[in-house]
């Protein structure tokens, strides 16, 4: 499941804003429970990438749907 949200980005990220958001907010959610068991190497790096998400939709009226995707893009080659 943690994988499936980036692999979907172009179709989350265009959407909306809203979409992105609740986007954002599981892919969060799931990162935190499978980063307790698992502890990936790269866990800081992965959690400031998913931070930037959440500082992508701070302000609404600049949601950059291709950039939010692109963040989207590089979470997912993180992940393990």
Same mark, same amino acid.
């Given at each position: 499941?943690?994988?499936? *949200?980036?692999? $979907? %980005? +172009?179709? *989350?990220?265009? &959407? $909306?804003?809203? %979409?992105?958001?609740? &986007?954002?907010?599981?892919?969060?959610?799931?990162? *935190?429970?499978?980063?307790? $068991?698992?502890? #990936?190497?790269? %866990?800081? +790096?992965?959690?400031? %990438? *998913?931070?930037?998400?959440?500082?992508?939709?701070? @302000? #609404?009226?600049?949601? @950059?749907?291709?950039?939010?995707?692109?963040?989207?893009?590089?979470?997912?080659?993180?992940?393990?």
């Amino acid at each position: 499941m943690l994988q499936r *949200i980036p692999d $979907d %980005a +172009e179709n *989350i990220a265009l &959407a $909306d804003e809203r %979409a992105a958001e609740q &986007a954002a907010m599981a892919l969060d959610s799931l990162y *935190i429970a499978y980063s307790k $068991d698992a502890k #990936p190497a790269n %866990a800081a +790096e992965v959690r400031a %990438a *998913i931070n930037g998400l959440f500082q992508q939709l701070e @302000n #609404p009226s600049s949601y @950059n749907a291709d950039q939010f995707a692109s963040s989207l893009r590089q979470i997912r080659t993180m992940l393990h």
